[in-house]
């Protein structure tokens, strides 16, 4: 839509148009009493790229549609969008999916003993890093292909599907061979090469909200992954920076049901990186089944005190299966099941 200046004049009106036109948009032109606007139908991307705001009469340009386009509820899909992990289904509003494990594969030990909890817990997938996005580069970065072993042997043993990280191009292949969910991290939601390699894998992807990043950038990272045909991205909401400090970060409860709204995808919260504290874990976790979440991804640890990244934030293994019944009571209580 374009604003015009009251003072406007018919000519200025018809530059307008002519410039509209001849890039194939389609021009409606509504006189008010003060101004007149100027319906753009059509690309708006290439609207916006026409510099109107520039020419003389244009008060301003307001865009219509959602910059978001193939995440978007609003144009070629109205169902959810909701698809199978192994035996697991995701998205589609009746199942809830618990994803929890280590925050990092430490040891064949560690990552199995956490394993056997989770699936004897019902857990649907089974989480834990390889290749991990640290903020500082001198902490611990995961043990890598050793850990993609290690994780393949916790999913043969348990059946559980495993989701991990893809922090470099230079892995895909790797990540192609053991990974069943491709997860981008908060870091790299703006990382568009990288989205467009996870894209191509043709894996399910999780894609994580970035630590500053609005909905619609969040929505339009999706675009990149949706755009090389993979139909199969889990968004993730975990936690923005604001003002507050008391928590690691500020949990977007809202952002669930505006997802749902607003976007096809399933929409799943991460309590652990949100709060950095497993006090606050089990009832964030609630919180995210009561608002309407497909699910959780949650960090669970043998030992967290020697955890090599995250102990804070993980649940005691032993609480896992107290914790997993209660959070699937909540997902019961919106219709959902734990599957
Ligand atoms: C993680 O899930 O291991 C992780 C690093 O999370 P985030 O990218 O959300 O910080
Ligand atoms: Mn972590």
Redesign the pocket.
């Given at each position: 839509m374009i604003v015009m200046t009251p003072d406007a004049t018919e000519e200025q009106v018809a530059a307008v148009r002519v410039k509209l036109e001849a890039v194939g948009v389609h021009v409606l032109v509504m006189p008010g009493e003060l101004t007149t606007a100027i319906g753009a139908i059509g690309d708006p991307v290439g609207v916006g790229e026409l510099g109107l705001e520039g020419m003389s009469g244009v008060d301003r340009v307001v865009p219509i549609s959602r910059p978001y386009k193939l995440a978007s509820s609003e144009l070629a899909h109205h169902e959810p969008t909701s698809f199978m992990v192994g035996s697991h289904l995701v998205g589609g509003g009746e199942t809830f999916t618990l994803i929890a494990g280590p925050?990092t594969v430490e040891s064949r030990e560690q990552t199995l003993a956490v394993a056997r909890v989770v699936r004897d817990a019902g857990a649907s997938m089974l989480?834990g890093?390889a290749f991990?996005?640290r903020t500082s580069p001198f902490a611990f970065k995961g043990l890598g292909l050793e850990a993609l072993e290690i994780l393949a042997e916790a999913r043969a043993e348990t059946g559980l599907p495993i989701v991990t990280?893809l922090l470099d191009a230079a892995h895909a292949d790797l990540l192609h061979e053991h990974a069943d969910v491709v997860?981008i991290?908060?870091?790299n939601m703006q990382n568009y090469a990288l989205l467009e390699v996870a894209g191509k894998l043709g894996k399910p992807v999780l894609l994580?909200r970035g630590l500053s990043s609005s909905l619609d950038e969040l929505l339009m990272a999706a675009d990149y992954v949706l755009k090389e045909g993979n139909e199969r991205v889990i968004l993730?909401e975990?936690g923005i920076r604001t003002y507050e400090t008391a928590t690691r970060f500020t949990l977007d409860l809202g952002a669930v049901p505006w997802l749902k709204i607003h976007t096809h995808l399933p929409v799943v919260v991460?309590p652990s990186?949100a709060s950095g504290d497993r006090r606050l874990v089990e009832p964030l976790s609630r919180a995210a089944a009561a608002v309407g979440a497909d699910g959780i991804?949650v960090e669970v640890h043998e030992d967290p005190e020697q955890a090599l990244c995250d102990g804070p934030q993980a649940l005691y293994a032993s609480d896992f299966a107290a914790y997993a019944k209660n959070i699937a009571a909540h997902a019961a209580l919106c219709g959902r099941r734990v599957a």
């Open positions: 925050c989480r890093g991990k996005p990280e997860q991290g908060a870091r994580k993730c975990r991460d990186h991804i």
